[in-house]
Each structure stands twice: as C-alpha cells, then as structure tokens.
Nanobody, 111 residues
Framework: VQLVESGGGLVQPGGSLRLSCTAS????????MSWVRQAPGKEFEWVSA????????YYADSVKGRFTVSRDNAKNTMYLQLNSLKTEDTAMYYC??????WGQGTQVTVS
C-alpha cells in the first residue's frame, strides 16, 4: 500500500490550494478515504472523509464550507480543495485509508 500526497505550499490568508492523494496497492474505489492534519505542536485532527463512490462526504466543523473533498477512482486519486484559507489551517496534511496506512504528508502554510 502506498499513499502519496502532493499540492501543498505557501499561500496567503484567503487563498486556495488543491491537495492530491494518489493511492496504490489496494482497491481504492471501494474504500472510504480520509484527510487528517497536524498543526505544529498540536495533535492530529481529522479533516474530511469520502465514501468509495464519492456519494457521501464528511467534514470537520473547522473546515466545513471552505474545504471540498472529491475523488477520481479511475486515477486512484483523492483531492482536497482548500478555499478561504486561514492561518490556523497551517499544518501537515495526510491522507489515510481504513487499513491505517498514511502518506508522507504535504505541508500547507498559510501566512
């Protein structure tokens, strides 16, 4: 199993980014996938999840209305669109599968 995140970067408050998570080694289309984040000095925070077919999505209250999760099962890729970014969104963002596998993370810095 491999999960590879990308798309992070430095952005000003109010800006946008799109994160990607490309998966391999398991049946991606049948798995609920999640995004979690860890801000400096803080615990991990669950951010969002999406059902295998994309039919249901879930968000933490802290990002609801600003972030949008989606997936393209043909590409084995999940996305997280981050809009209206705030300084408190600064964190390492990870994708996660139900088997407990994580990627290496992608850094988002809002400053």
């Amino acid at each position: 199993v491999q999960l590879v995140e990308s798309g992070g970067g430095l952005v000003q408050p109010g800006g946008s980014l799109r994160l990607s998570c490309t998966a391999s080694g398991f049946t991606f289309s049948s798995q609920i996938m999640s995004w979690v984040r860890q801000a400096p000095g803080k615990e991990f925070e669950w951010v969002s999840a999406i059902f295998g077919g994309g039919e249901r999505t879930y968000y933490a209250d802290s990002v609801k209305g600003r972030f949008t999760v989606s997936r393209d099962n043909a590409k084995n890729t999940m996305y997280l669109q981050l809009n209206s970014l705030k300084t408190e969104d600064t964190a390492m963002y990870y994708c996660q599968n139900p088997g407990g596998y994580w990627g290496q993370g992608t850094q988002v810095t809002v400053s």
